[in-house]
């Protein structure tokens, strides 16, 4: 079973994400919108902390939400428009959104 | 076979109608006869603190729905431990019965054990 | 597939126009959406009484369109709705309020819907927050 977490609070003020990266499981996927996109910011702990994940977490992020912010993601995160967003969520067993 | 929710609860119980709206989706499940599971994760364990004075706040103590909920058929109930922990609460102590305190990893197998899954 | 998508938030959020996106991208890749529901402050999102500058977007008239132009089936919790202000004529009358401000093509009912919606799809996708 695998689930995609949605995240869309600002990593700085909120604990979502790091509530979100203690229960993953070890199929999970983590799609980063909104203002959770912050969270790719270099030289910032919420980035560190994700880097620390890579090969071991499928993390993608929402292609107008980075753009919107000028970020320059990393090239082991996949940006996604809106039809790759239900491509996932096809893909994924279930979606759980960190309301 | 009916599709099983799991129901996450985050919030405490007087920052909103979070805490509240979340137990009314259990509750309306429950009614339903459909398989739920709630878990308590984060702020959500402030619901569990025993002896609140909802009253105080001219507000309807959550408690009593809390204890409902097996009544509704939702037995299922679940907190996070870590959550509990940080918030200063033992396990003993919560207003709930019946609820089973989980560890990080054994949360990650609870959201996979659900077809479907809210949190709130 | 089949989908439910239950929204969270107002229009002004931007979780409720990410919802809208995301709902017209499941049409056009040929999926069906077996309910919209909108809970909590998603029943902002039906409200027909918002007003918004010409030059802006307004999402609740866009939710609207979609629901209706694609006949999909509105769902807004009528409890939260109804503690939260948002009442359609009926509503209005029955609790002596002096305006309505929920319209087609949303109806109000409760979170049995939602919970039917759950079990009839093959995905439930919410959304609400930022």
């Not at chain 2, 729905?65 to 679940?78: C, I, P, R, T």
């Not at chain 2, 907190?79 to 989980?102: D, F, M, T």
């Not at chain 3, 999402?59 to 694609?70: G, K, M, P, T, Y």
């Amino acid at each position: 079973m695998s689930t995609l977490h949605v995240l869309s609070h600002s990593p700085y003020t909120d604990s979502r994400l790091n509530s979100c990266l203690r229960l993953l499981g070890s199929e999970d996927a983590i799609l980063l919108c909104g203002d959770a996109t912050y969270a790719l910011t270099p030289a910032t702990a919420a980035r560190q902390i994700l880097d620390a994940k890579v090969g071991s977490l499928a993390l993608f992020v929402l292609d107008e939400d980075a753009k919107a912010r000028n970020l320059t993601l990393p090239d082991w995160v996949k940006s996604v428009d809106y039809p790759g967003f239900v491509a996932l969520s096809v893909q994924y067993d279930k979606v759980n959104t960190w309301l | 076979m009916p599709k099983s929710l799991l129901i996450i609860s985050r919030q405490s119980p007087w920052s909103g109608p979070s805490a509240r709206e979340a137990l009314d989706i259990a509750l309306a499940g429950g009614a339903f006869d459909l398989p739920l599971g709630m878990l308590f994760l984060d702020d959500g364990v402030l619901q569990l603190m025993p002896s609140q004075n909802a009253s105080q706040l001219q507000q309807k103590d959550i408690t009593a729905n809390l204890q409902a909920l097996s009544m509704f058929g939702v037995e299922d109930l679940f907190a996070c431990g870590a959550s509990l922990a940080e918030r200063g609460l033992l396990p003993a102590e919560l207003n709930v019965e019946a609820l089973q305190v989980l560890r990080h990893q054994e949360i990650a197998t609870l959201i996979d054990r659900y077809d479907q899954v809210i949190t709130i | 597939m089949k989908f439910a998508i239950a929204l969270y938030s107002p229009a002004h959020a931007p979780s409720s126009r990410r919802a809208l996106q995301f709902a017209q991208a499941v049409l056009a890749d040929g999926h069906e959406i077996v309910r919209l529901f909108f809970y909590q402050d998603g029943v902002h999102s039906a409200s027909s009484n918002v007003v918004t500058p010409q030059d802006e977007l307004d999402i609740s008239a866009q939710w609207r369109a979609f629901v209706a132009s694609n006949q999909l089936d509105g769902v807004v919790c009528i409890a939260a709705a109804l503690r939260r202000g948002v009442l359609n004529e009926e509503e209005a009358e029955r609790y002596s309020r002096p305006a309505a401000n929920l319209a087609a093509p949303w109806d109000l009912s409760g979170l049995g819907q939602l919970h039917d919606a759950v079990q009839a799809a093959d995905r439930l996708i919410c959304f609400g927050g930022p």
